[in-house]
């Protein structure tokens, strides 16, 4: 497997600013966070809670060759996908100092390809609809696995590891601050065990 086009500064400077464009309130901007923003966010979180969003699922369907991978043995990231379920995240208040900064440095993370699409959703918290920021998977991007079995997914999460360390170490640290915002995924939590018995296959 081959890495991945990068987009350029300028595409995603200009990506940032038809998102911005589109915000409902530009002065308050909070994230939808559901995999490793979680527990390593890369800006100075205001607030955190817990949060539903209805019509997507959290799946484990992005090919990481440089991060939790390489292009001989790549892993796996997880991604938003269209469902007829809800995923449990956590919504990330962004700061009112710095928001451009943060904003920016969330671009570089997450628009470093074009497998994740910027969008604004409706998400439930407490009860309340708010609008936040999130990134949804473009099925239709070659990094975007697709539907793999259990059994694929748990073999290249078992023995990736990339320049951020093991793809196996993002999946537990995933599943442990789920587990700290009181979220409980069984599905990540069930591939966990299979990534850990080398026999189950």
């Known amino acids: 497997m081959k890495r991945f086009d990068h987009l350029t500064t300028r595409e995603r400077r200009q990506s940032l600013q038809h998102v911005i464009e589109l915000a409902p309130d530009p002065e308050t901007i909070s994230l939808f966070a559901y995999g490793s923003l979680i527990w390593r966010p890369c800006f100075e979180v205001q607030s955190r809670n817990k949060a539903i969003l209805h019509g997507y699922r959290r799946d484990l369907c992005v090919y990481t060759v440089e991060a939790r991978g390489t292009p001989g043995n790549p892993g796996l990231g997880l991604g938003l996908r269209v469902d007829s379920g809800f995923c449990e995240g956590v919504l990330l208040l962004l700061p009112e100092d710095g928001r451009s900064e943060a904003l920016t440095s969330i671009w570089e993370r997450e628009m470093l390809t074009a497998v994740y699409q910027p969008k ?52 537990v640290n995933t ?27």
């Not at 442990?176 to 296959?201: P, Y």
């Open 175 to 201: 599943i442990d601050a789920l587990r700290s915002a009181k979220i409980q995924d069984g599905l990540l939590e069930r591939l966990l065990r299979r990534v850990n018995n080398k026999t189950i296959e």
């Open 120 to 171: 604004w959703v409706s998400v439930e918290v407490e009860s309340k609809i708010t609008t936040a920021l999130t990134f949804v998977v473009d099925e239709f991007h070659p990094q975007c696995a697709g539907n793999l079995s259990e059994e694929t997914q748990a073999v290249m999460i078992r023995s990736a590891v990339g320049e951020l360390g093991s793809c196996r170490d993002y999946l």
